[in-house]
């Protein structure tokens, strides 16, 4: 199956998400600080990205988006792939814990599978893990560092009071 990539400018920090998908959805999102070649497994394009995944742009400016309108080919376990289902239905603007997303997948205790699969998640920032935080209210982890993560929170925070208005 052919595979394609794009790079987008990344609007949080700088540097560039490269998205890669094939005919079945989008596969795996990568923050890279300084891009490189494209990858000899995909085949590099320009603006093809933002038509066949219109929702993204809404993403990538801060604004909610219908992710159930994105198609995905995930590659995970069955309870990976529950996990990285049960992050689209969060909503925009607020947060959950790990243990809230574990009892809702009813596997209250399976908090720290639910913080692993957040971090395998291979789409950040369009499956948002970075809304899952620990129950004491600190951020917990994320892929692209806490100061990322920190980011995308308070703009969706900002935003969604914004929407709200």
Request: with cysteine.
């Amino acid at each position: 199956m052919p595979h394609w990539q794009e790079d987008i400018t990344d609007p949080i920090e700088g540097g560039t998400l490269r998205f890669f998908w094939n005919d079945a959805g989008l596969t795996h999102v990568h923050h890279v600080k300084h891009p490189s070649k494209a990858s000899p497994n995909a085949t590099a394009c320009t603006g093809e990205l933002l038509v066949r995944f219109p929702a993204i742009q809404n993403i990538l400016d801060g604004r909610p988006a219908a992710i159930e309108s994105l198609s995905f080919a995930l590659h995970g376990t069955v309870f990976q792939q529950s996990v990285w289902k049960a992050l689209a239905d969060i909503p925009y603007g607020t947060t959950v814990s790990y243990r809230d997303l574990a009892a809702k997948l009813g596997r209250p205790d399976a908090v720290r599978a639910v913080a692993g699969a957040c971090g395998a998640n291979p789409v950040p920032r369009l499956l948002p893990c970075h809304r899952v935080i620990a129950s004491n209210g600190t951020l917990g982890g994320f892929i692209w560092g806490l100061p990322y993560k920190r980011a995308l929170l308070a703009r969706e925070q900002r935003n969604a009071i914004a929407h709200a208005a």
